[in-house]
Each structure stands twice: as C-alpha cells, then as structure tokens.
C-alpha cells in the first residue's frame, strides 16, 4: 500500500515537472529557429540536419528534403563550406547569433588553436556534411557537448538511408 502511495505520488510530481519543460523547450527550438532562418541561406523547412557525435568529434549532415532541389542543395553547401572555413579560423560568431555566447562547449571550442579541431568540409549529392575531429580530450569533451546542444536546439532529424555509425569516416 505504502509503495503505491509513493509511486502515484512520485509520477504525479515527474508529469508536473515533464509539463512544465516541454513549452519552454519547445519556446527555444523556435527562437533558436528563427535565428537560424536569419542566419542561414537556405530554407530551414526544405532540409534535414543531423549531429552525431563520434570518438574524436562527430559529425553535421545538411541535406535537402527533395533530392532534385539543386537549388537548396547548393545554399546548403556554400553553407556548410563557409562554416567550415570560419570555424578553422576560430570564428564562430555564427553559431553564437543562433545559440548565444553561453551555448554548451563553444567558449571551450573558441580556445583551440588552429590546428587542435579538424573542420573537414565534404559536398553530399544531397547537401553537405562537416567532420569534427580532434585528438585533445578537452576539445572532444567541447564537440560532444556542442553537438548535444545542437540537438537539444534544432532537433536531429532523421535522414532516410542515413547511418548514424560513423565510426569506419572518424577513425
């Protein structure tokens, strides 16, 4: 009897807490949304975007819904290139206009040197992708925690015939 006392009471007060998150969740995903839209070419509802962590990095696929809108597929990879050229440079002011200054990771990530982080940009028949890598523990700890705010803002859509293994590309 006492056991199911204490259950009823326990998930009555994690549905309270469950309720309140969801809308101010729900508020940043489309502020950080809207930022994005600003901030990005491309048109946010006609792509997909994935962050998926890996040993030394993960990795960030940008892909057009439609595989015959050469036009989005082309923003999104003048996009992707011109992400990655900044973030060589140690410029993420992009990501901190979407994000904010306090985002998870990125005060870490604006510390590394030039060649700490790889920043490998590749085109996709569909869109484009961007390979982060590093071999200093820190910086590794600074993706994953950038990624995980990443998905924690825009979602981690899932991309059709897409692995989220990327273990045999990273290693």
Known sequence: MKNRLLI??????????????????????????????Q???????????????????GVQHVVAKSAD???QIKLIQQHLANIADEFRKGDFS?????HGPDMPGLAQLKTAKTDDIRF???????????????EYPQFVQALHA???????????DV?????????AISE
């Open 39 to 57: 901030v990005v070419p491309y048109a946010l509802d006609q792509a997909l975007q994935t962050f998926t962590k890996t040993v030394h990095g």
């Open 8 to 37: 009823s009471i326990g998930l009555a007060l994690f549905s309270t807490v469950a309720w309140t998150i969801e809308p101010a969740n729900l508020q940043l995903i489309d502020e950080v949304h809207r930022r994005a839209q």
């Open 146 to 156: 950038w990624f995980d705010a990443q998905q924690r803002d825009h979602g981690n």
């Open 159 to 167: 991309i059709p015939g897409h692995s989220s293994d990327h273990s």
């Open 120 to 134: 490998e940009y590749k085109p996709l028949e569909n869109g484009a992708q961007i390979h982060y890598s590093t």
């Open 69 to 71: 809108n050469t036009k």
């Open 94 to 98: 992009v990501t901190e206009r979407v």
